[in-house]
């Protein structure tokens, strides 16, 4: 069973940084696509970064240039790191992974910007 826990979302301030963890049970987490989605009440949950199978980088258009997503396989650990917060950035923050053909999804970590 994998599993996927997030941290580090926590209340920031227009304009301010965070950093997002997602620690895996996936050892070797460069072979697999992983990324970050969010989601609002009300909303659909939406692709904020990901690697690709490739490989490749992907980001939703409302956060490129501000938000950069990393990954460190020695420490099985998926990064979002967001800069220029804005207040339409507050959202559930969710870790997804694909792995054998079966789709995991982290419980989420909380990022509300507000002034």
């Known amino acids: 069973q994998v599993q996927l826990v997030e941290s580090g979302g926590g209340v920031a301030q227009p304009g301010g940084s965070l950093r997002l963890s997602c620690t895996t049970s996936?050892?070797?987490?460069?072979?697999?696509?992983m990324g970050w989605y969010r989601q609002t009440p009300g909303k659909q949950r939406e692709l904020v970064a990901a690697?690709?199978?490739?490989?490749?980088?992907v980001y939703a258009d409302s956060v490129k240039g501000r938000f950069t997503i990393s990954r460190e396989v020695a420490k099985n650990t998926l990064y979002l790191e967001m800069n220029g917060l804005k207040p339409e950035d507050t959202a559930t923050y969710l870790c997804?992974?694909?792995?054998?053909?079966?789709?995991?999804w982290g419980q989420g970590t909380q990022v509300t910007i507000s002034s």
């Open positions: 690697f690709t199978t490739g490989g490749t980088v």
């Open positions: 997804n992974a694909l792995h054998s053909g079966v789709t995991y």
């Open positions: 996936i050892t070797g987490l460069s072979a697999y696509p």
